[in-house]
């Protein structure tokens, strides 16, 4: 991280929840810019001297696609009118680039390079890869895997010298299922190496995350693992309800999960989180941390309609994962 101050506000005095929302939500409106019917589900990350994020608008036709935007402050955002226009990683390669929607993006730095994934319209739903330096000019190489899934969250450095990255292999619709995978690659193109992450839950155990769960924003690596916030969900009489929750996962092999939280960390339940396009949605997708003080703070979408900001420290929620594990 630079010397940018991260979006703050502290814990309001009469809460005793891990983590809190910002007072002031949502900071995005559905209509902040020209055409979006809805901006939510979106990543952040700091770059030279503001914040840059890759932002899921959709527009009055209802097509999802990503757009880029600006902030010196992580709260206030410019957000462009036109969706990213991405060049092909392999021109002579016909079929990269070839993208019928996108949404969900995650941004990831590794090394010297920002990398954007984000569900990718290909014969379905599956992940797409793209690549920037100076998010001005922003490459698409190929999918990592085969539709469908989504979800895919890359590791912000390679493990055991390969990327690395979560996914949820689901299908064509509002997949009613959906594990967390862990898989390699030597050159963001051939992944392999797939192990099995983390499941549903007993519907007795832990029902807020007993139908589907799914990588929120990129893991961030601490002295007890990987911490990785995520997403999962609930079938109610009324459909779906999408929580937030971490778990700890190995460094060395990220596929053991060494602890989960058994409550949730947030669920729906402010206007704006339980009232939108889809109803009953908190869904992370980015943090920005400060390496120093261990604050951090948490954009989710909400009822797939706005984005949010909620915040803790990293050693709360590692505490709260570890004493309430399942
Ligand atoms: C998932 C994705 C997310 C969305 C969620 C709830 O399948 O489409 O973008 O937030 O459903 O509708």
């Known amino acids: 991280m630079s010397n940018l101050n991260i979006p703050w506000e502290d814990k309001p005095l009469n809460c005793d929840d ?3 929302r910002y007072s002031k939500n949502p ?73 019928s929607y996108k949404y969900d993006p995650r941004l990831c730095k590794i090394e010297n390079r920002y990398y954007i994934t984000w569900c990718n319209g290909y014969h379905g739903p599956t992940i797409g890869v793209g690549y920037t330096d100076d998010f001005k000019t922003f490459y ?47 050159d963001l193109i051939h992944w392999g190496k797939h ?47 999408y929580h937030m929750g971490a778990a700890i996962l190995d460094k060395e092999t990220p596929w053991k999960v060494l602890y989960r939280s058994r409550p949730y960390l947030l669920s729906p339940q402010k206007q704006y989180e339980c009232v939108g396009d889809v109803p009953n949605v908190v869904f992370p997708c980015a943090t920005l941390h400060d390496k120093k003080t261990g604050k951090i703070a948490i954009y989710y979408g909400a009822a797939d309609t706005v984005t949010c900001l909620a915040f803790s420290t990293i050693q709360d929620i590692i505490d709260f994962t570890k004493n309430n594990s399942l």
């Open 27 to 99: 900071i995005i409106e559905r209509n902040a810019i020209k055409n979006s019917n809805s901006i939510f589900n979106s990543a952040v990350i700091s770059y030279e001297n503001e914040f840059v994020g890759i932002f899921r608008c959709d527009n009055k036709c209802r097509e999802m696609n990503i757009h880029f935007g600006s902030s010196k402050d992580g709260i206030n955002w410019k957000i462009k009118d036109k969706p990213i226009e991405f060049k092909s990683a392999n021109s002579s390669d016909e079929e990269v680039g070839i993208s």
């Open 140 to 186: 698409q190489t190929e999918n990592a895997f085969l539709p469908f899934n989504r979800n895919g969250v890359l590791f912000p450095k390679k493990i055991n010298g390969k990327f690395a990255m979560l996914s949820r292999p689901s299908d064509n619709g509002h997949t009613q299922f959906g594990d967390i995978f862990y898989s390699e690659s030597p």
């Open 195 to 241: 192990r099995h992450v983390m499941g549903t839950t007993n519907i007795n155990t832990s029902p807020w995350q007993s139908t589907k769960i799914g990588a929120g924003p990129v893991p961030i690596e601490t002295k007890e693992g990987w911490l990785l916030i995520y997403h999962g969900v609930l079938t109610s009489c009324n459909g779906y309800v």
């Open 18 to 20: 891990t983590i809190w």
